[in-house]
């Protein structure tokens, strides 16, 4: 019967009990944390004055899923996921709806709200792996692609719903009654996810050290040479890109025919066109044959037009062209992440997915750092253009990796991982 499931995959529903219900949790959540955020924020304003306390309470929130991430991924290969991504919700529950019921009845402090926030971060180094990790055991290999759409279609929803409705809500209600419907909702989304059945996991009979666990994490990456270069080069776009967007906020302020006015419409273009991409996504089959080229042309097109963004002096020639590049993004990102599920085994996907996010994620303060020292340096628009322009020369370095048309087109009926690794790494050598 498995032989079957793998030989016609196409017959497999996506919509199973268990996806949906790791689905709606994250839906829910993240619905939750947007809202979240904007009352924090605001809130801190209002209360302190200071946007270097909010800058501050978003590095607390960052720091621990940058430094703990490796370590959170060994525990999450070795533990139960499902119980790990209960347990951190019902935490990040309970201490969201303590800052709700203090914030209502008058003794809110800041420093709850910072410890609440490093909490929280702690929360998300262990999260984060376990849903990754346990996704692709709940859904069949060739619903990859569509899963991760249908997930990436709907948190760039709850975004794009979340940013609109979020300062009428802080203006109807107040925070404390937000900070309040976040807890209940990661209250919600604990007791839904106790439902999800996990796969058993074959367990190795070897004792093996912590250490040594995540040398073999770090080592599976290293060796497979092709997957570790399209990563390094992803990542160093990302740092570049992610930099020039520290800058959209003062290029608006700075240019005459924008404006702070037109920096919310900017902004809710970005989820939006990866919302059409997700959906897009969603509703079509890509071959496998297609798979490459797809995301090859995904990610030329994504950071080829982005540039003529801030080349344009038109706002309404601005809007479809950022619509157009964020659809682009989220394709070729999907392709990505799928091929990511299939081709790292279940018993590494949490500690190799918690080396790569620590790794992007220390990136990315360095990235604000680069942009905001070349703002200061360079006119707003020279430096966004010279960060984009770099971006897109490790584009084109990433499609052109040796071996990345087979990482992305991998089935596992075309046979192992580890005949992948060695087919891959042959062509990279031969390079």
């Known amino acids: 019967m498995e032989d079957k499931l793998k030989n ?57 899923r940058i430094i703990l991430g490796p370590f959170a991924g060994v525990f ?6 499902r119980n790990i991504i209960v347990i951190t919700d019902f935490i990040r529950g309970v201490v969201v709806t303590f800052v709700g019921i203090a ?7 800041v420093w709850m709200v910072f410890v ?62 937000m900070f309040l419907a976040n807890g209940i909702s990661y209250l919600i989304s604990a007791f839904t996810e106790m439902f999800i059945t996990e796969p058993k996991r074959e367990k190795k009979d070897e004792k093996i050290t912590f250490v040594d ?11 497979f040479k092709t997957l570790r270069n399209v990563f390094l080069l992803a990542s160093l776009l990302n740092l570049f890109a992610n930099a020039a967007f520290i800058l959209i906020l003062p290029y608006f302020k700075t240019m ?34 297609q ?20 080349i344009v002096k038109n706002f309404y020639l601005m809007i479809p062209i950022a619509f157009i590049s964020f659809l682009c993004n989220v394709i070729f990102n ?53 960060l984009l322009g770099i971006s897109f020369i490790f584009t084109i370095a990433l499609i052109f990796v040796k071996g990345s048309k087979e990482l992305m087109e991998y089935e596992s009926s075309d046979g192992t991982v580890e005949e992948l690794i060695e087919k891959t790494n042959s062509i990279v050598l031969e390079s």
């Not at 999450?76 to 996921?81: A, G, I, L, S």
């Not at 666990?213 to 770090?218: A, L, N, P, S, T």
């Not at 798979?291 to 801030?310: D, E, H, N, R, S």
Request: aromatic share 12%; net charge positive; glycine share 12%.
């Open 334 to 386: 999907t392709i990505f992440n799928s091929a990511m599920m299939l081709v790292v085994p279940s018993d590494k996907r949490g500690k190799i997915g918690a080396l790569m996010n620590t790794i992007s994620g220390g990136l990315q303060p360095i990235g604000a750092l680069v942009g905001g020292v070349l703002g200061e340096f360079l006119p707003i628009r020279v430096a966004v253009l010279s």
């Open 76 to 81: 999450v290969d070795k533990w139960n996921r």
């Open 8 to 64: 016609h995959g196409e017959n497999i529903r996506l919509w199973n009990k268990n996806f949906f219900l790791l689905w709606q949790g994250q839906l829910v959540s993240m619905l939750g944390d947007i809202l979240y955020m904007i009352a924090l924020d605001f809130w801190i304003l209002d209360i302190t004055g200071s946007t270097g306390l909010m800058g501050l309470l978003s590095a607390l929130t960052m720091l621990p």
């Open 291 to 310: 798979k490459f080229k797809i995301y090859k042309f995904g990610a030329l097109i994504c950071l080829g037009i982005l540039p003529f963004v801030f």
């Open 213 to 223: 666990d995540f040398k073999e994490g770090f080592k599976f990456l290293w060796n």
């Open 256 to 289: 005459p025919f924008l404006g702070p006015e037109k920096y919310g419409l900017f902004m809710a273009v970005i989820p939006m066109g990866m919302l059409t991409g997700s959906g897009f996504l969603s509703i079509i089959n890509i071959k496998k044959n």
């Open 116 to 177: 609440v926030g490093v909490i929280s971060g702690l929360c998300s180094a262990f999260f984060g792996p376990a849903v990754s990790s346990i996704k692709p055991e709940l859904v069949h290999e060739s619903k990859f692609v569509k899963a991760n759409s249908v997930t990436s279609f709907a948190t760039s929803g709850m975004d794009m719903i979340g940013s609109a409705i979020g300062g009428l809500i802080y203006m109807t209600i107040g925070a404390p009654y």
């Open 103 to 109: 914030g209502i009845f008058g003794f809110i402090q």
